[in-house]
């Protein structure tokens, strides 16, 4: 009965989920960032959104924030240096809230609540590991 109402039987698929969000969250930040990469010119609009929300050093600012959620991305992605790669993200997106309300003056929950997320997720993720099926767990089963 316990099982029933608590759902206990679904702690076996953790690393599945965790998997799963690791995708989506690694894919998500690669491809929001990809054209930051690829263009000058949209990374210049990254380097005016900054200057705009009053970000010291946006010249500087914008491509340390960019390069730092696709290289994160793509670790979170595979499942390496999970834990790392989540503490960066994290703080990364301390700042993009901080930014946006300080900077911009934005208080809408709603506009709030992406970047929010992506405070969250990779908070769980440094927190709780990449789960068994990430690379993490194979260079730590090979020990």
């Not at 380097?47 to 340390?64: D, H, N, Q, R, S």
Request: hydrophobic share 55%.
């Amino acid at each position: 009965m316990g099982n029933l109402i608590f759902l206990d039987s679904l702690r076996g698929f953790s690393d599945a989920a965790f998997l799963v969000l690791r995708v989506l969250v690694g894919a998500f930040l690669m491809w929001g960032t990809w054209d930051n990469i690829a263009s000058s010119e949209r990374m210049q609009e990254f380097v005016g959104f900054l200057t705009a929300l009053k970000c010291p050093l946006p010249e500087l600012a914008a491509p340390v924030s960019v390069y730092a959620q696709f290289l994160c991305g793509a670790l979170i992605l595979v499942g390496l240096l999970t834990r790392w790669a989540g503490l960066v993200m994290t703080f990364n997106f301390i700042v993009a809230v901080a930014l946006l309300t300080l900077g911009g003056g934005e208080t809408d929950f709603r506009a709030l609540f992406p970047p929010l997320v992506m405070i969250a997720i990779p908070l769980v993720l440094a927190t709780h590991g990449p789960g068994q099926y990430a690379a993490d767990a194979l260079l730590t089963r090979s020990k």
